[in-house]
């Protein structure tokens, strides 16, 4: 509808296909009801490439449909949404990889694309610090919107994975990260007025 020239219709398509990743990232976390889907992935208590996969298929499924409405919406080049599936996928094995970047690699990758220790304090078990680096692709989200914290208060060494709620080995047992949606409160979430004080 803007006319504008096909390579920056690509480009401006990726971004914009990232940032509603990124808004619909903050809002599973925002609502309680969407973090009962979501609190599935945090509740491993290990970081590696198979936490990138562990979603519930309902969170799943609700993420294709946003991704179908914003691409209805844009009508962004074919080209460039299955480009953005590409990297989305790429990044989020590589984001939760169980690697070690050196330091001043890290740094400079910090720049152009979300890191795994970046993305490992997302997966802090301090509501604080999961509340934070909600990037898969670009970092450029958290910057600008204030929602990037450089390192976990305890070190990566340090830091524990996963969530209060889902502790043990047979929470994570297929059956029960199926139901986790319908267990418990949906407490925990860090985006809630009971954690704002955290820091």
Known sequence: MLGLPDW?????????????????????H????????????????EFDVSTGLR???VEIVLSMGIKLAVVAALGPPAAAVLVFEVLLNATSMFNHGNVRVPAGLDRALRCIVVTPDMHRLHHSIHPAETNSNFGFNLPWWDYLLGTYRA??????EGMTIGIEQFRTRRDLWLDRM???PLSGPASGYPINRENKDEK
């Open 151 to 156: 390192q976990p208060k305890e070190g990566h």
């Open 30 to 45: 925002a609502v309680p009801a969407l973090w009962r889907l979501h609190r599935m992935h945090h509740a491993d208590l």
């Open 178 to 180: 199926l139901v986790q």
């Open 55 to 57: 979603f519930h298929p």
């Open 8 to 28: 920056l219709a690509f480009v401006m398509s990726i971004l914009a296909l990232d940032l509603a990743i990124y808004l619909q990232h903050v809002m599973f």
